[in-house]
């Protein structure tokens, strides 16, 4: 792994505080079945969290490997992005079966540009 391409602790979003300031203060962008929820911070890192619902997809396999993906695709072009904000990746409905890396990524990158986060 590159040394840049790390995903350190404080770069998660995990406190349930945080996930609310997000989602009520913050601006919401729409790409398929993610919506990408993005507000500034004070910080001079990214904080990225992730929030899929039992409720829209029932099985927790599937809930995971959504989640490692775009974790991935997050980890793997955080140098893209600017620095100062938290983000929250909302997943709302299943992806298709054999939902791929590749698919993610682009997913990621087409919210990044609508946010107008990259650098």
Do not use: W
């Not at 391409?5 to 996930?19: H, N």
């Not at 929250?88 to 990044?112: P, Q, T």
């Amino acid at each position: 792994m590159i040394p840049d391409e790390g995903f350190a602790k404080e770069e998660r979003l995990i406190k349930t505080k945080d996930f609310r300031k997000v989602y009520k203060e913050g601006r919401s962008y729409k790409a398929g079945f993610v919506i990408l929820r993005l507000l500034p911070n004070a910080a001079s890192t990214n904080r990225v969290g992730f929030s899929i619902s039992a409720k829209s997809i029932k099985r927790a396999f599937r809930r995971n490997r959504i989640k490692r993906l775009f974790r991935e695709s997050y980890r793997r072009n955080k140098k893209l992005l600017k620095k100062g904000f938290d983000i929250v990746f909302v997943v709302r409905r299943d992806a298709k079966v054999g939902f791929s890396y590749i698919e993610a990524e682009k997913l990621f990158l087409d919210l990044s540009k609508q946010a107008g986060i990259i650098a």
